[in-house]
């Protein structure tokens, strides 16, 4: 390969290079899919054992970073289900709790492709479940996590790592407390425009 040859081929990576790394810093929509471990706390409590559950988790984003490249929001519908599994001698409550959940999300970029997000989370209970206490209807959680943004040929894709902390004690009777705490890991697909 002469010269010429090479520097025609530095160039074109440099060209595609650039117009990679612009896409993700764009205004733009995306889908996120993923999984919720969770587990429920739950006071006072004589006779469970509580364990962790897998339920799902899906949303939709619109994402914008400031001109300056280093902060982002990222206002976040999002559907996910919660609660975790309480183990008892005779009886075992599989707590599924439906949350359809407005996150207004704002992060802060360390370096290009890994965000560092904080995620307050206002939710609501979808329908009632069967469980051992009355459940209030709107809770308040904050996430807080990391985004990772893929290049090169998986661009498009992004991946999300959440922790959400429940502050709202969800059982409606004042002698019992139940608070939900999630780690989200999700898959983010990004609707970049393309040229």
């Known amino acids: 390969m002469n010269l010429r040859h090479k520097l025609l081929l530095f160039f074109a990576f440099l060209t595609f290079g650039s117009s990679a790394q612009t896409l993700y810093l764009k205004p733009h929509f995306g889908?996120?899919?993923?999984?919720?471990?969770?587990?429920?706390?739950?006071?006072?409590?004589?006779?469970?054992?509580?364990?962790?559950?897998?339920?799902?988790?899906?949303g939709v984003f619109f994402r914008y970073r400031t001109p300056d490249r280093k902060w982002v929001f990222q206002p976040e519908v999002q559907l996910s289900v919660r609660g975790g599994t309480f183990k008892g001698e005779f009886q075992?409550?599989?707590?599924?709790?439906?949350?359809?959940?407005?996150?207004?999300?704002?992060?802060?970029?360390?370096?290009?492709?890994?965000?560092?997000?904080?995620?307050?989370?206002?939710?609501?209970?979808?329908?009632?479940?069967?469980?051992?206490?009355?459940?209030?209807?709107?809770?308040?959680?904050?996430?807080?996590?990391?985004r990772f943004d893929f290049m090169d040929m998986a661009e498009d894709f992004s991946l999300n790592l959440r922790y959400v902390h429940g502050f709202t004690n969800i059982s409606s009777t004042s002698t019992e407390s139940?608070?939900?705490?999630?780690?989200?890991?999700?898959?983010?697909?990004?609707?970049y425009k393309k040229k």
């Open 31 to 58: 889908v996120k899919a993923g999984l919720n471990i969770a587990r429920s706390t739950y006071s006072p409590n004589f006779i469970y054992s509580l364990k962790r559950q897998s339920h799902p988790n899906l």
């Open 92 to 146: 075992v409550v599989r707590n599924n709790f439906n949350y359809g959940s407005f996150v207004p999300t704002v992060g802060y970029t360390i370096t290009e492709g890994l965000t560092l997000e904080v995620a307050p989370e206002i939710s609501y209970l979808l329908h009632n479940p069967n469980t051992i206490v009355p459940l209030r209807k709107n809770e308040f959680s904050l996430g807080s996590g990391l």
């Open 178 to 191: 139940l608070y939900n705490r999630t780690l989200q890991v999700s898959v983010i697909y990004n609707f």
